[in-house]
Structures are given as structure tokens and as C-alpha cells.
């Protein structure tokens, strides 16, 4: 059984940084994509950013210069560093593992950005 911890959400005014961190447990392929969604109110889930076990990266382009994902591998965790934060950024972050049999997900962690 895969289990996915989250951590690290929270209030942070316009302009700040906030950290995530997914920790994954279980039985774990070494080959495995792992990142980051969000969901905001009424708006469908969407990638904010990918990391595979290689190290390749992709981000969507409205975070593009201001997240920064990363992973270690021994640790089986994948970070999100968000700077420049915006309000339309508060959304529910989800932390995602994707294996090739099935993907796994996390419960979610609030991040909320005032202006």
C-alpha cells in the first residue's frame, strides 16, 4: 500500500513563499513521475508541476520562474518551493505519484494567498 503525507500549506500574503513536501511510503517503483496539482473553487484540477525519478521537470506556464519542484529520491519525497506567491495560487495542492501501474494521491494541503 502507497501512502502520500503532505505538508507544508498555509496562509501567506501576496508576495511570499511557502514549502511543500510529500513524503510517499509503500511499495515503490524507482521509476516514477511525481508532482504537484491544484484545485481552486469551481476550477478543475490542474498540474502546477512534474519531476520524474530522472530529474526532468515540467511546470505550467503561469508558475513557470516563481515554483521550483524538486525530489530526493532516497527519501521518496517531492518538494514544492513557491515564491512571488499570488492570490491566484490559493488552491488545494495535491501531491501526486504516478507509477506504471496506477497513480496515487494525497489529501490535499490548503495554501491561501492574501492580497
Known amino acids: 500500500q502507497v501512502q502520500l503525507v503532505e505538508s507544508g500549506g498555509g496562509l501567506v500574503q501576496a508576495g511570499g513563499s511557502l514549502r511543500l513536501s510529500c513524503a510517499a511510503s509503500?511499495?515503490?517503483?524507482?521509476?516514477?513521475?511525481m508532482g504537484w496539482y491544484r484545485q481552486a473553487p469551481g476550477k478543475q484540477r490542474e498540474l502546477v508541476a512534474a519531476?520524474?525519478?530522472?530529474?526532468?521537470?515540467n511546470y505550467v506556464d503561469s508558475v513557470k520562474g516563481r515554483f521550483t519542484i524538486s525530489r530526493d529520491n532516497a527519501k521518496n519525497t517531492v518538494y514544492l518551493q513557491m515564491n512571488t506567491l499570488k492570490p491566484d495560487d490559493a488552491a488545494v495542492y495535491y501531491c501526486?505519484?504516478?507509477?506504471?501501474?496506477?497513480?496515487?494521491w494525497g489529501q490535499g494541503t490548503q495554501v491561501t494567498v492574501s492580497s
Open positions: 501526486n505519484l504516478a507509477l506504471p501501474s496506477r497513480n496515487y
Open positions: 509503500g511499495s515503490i517503483s524507482n521509476i516514477n513521475v
Open positions: 519531476i520524474s525519478s530522472g530529474g526532468s521537470t
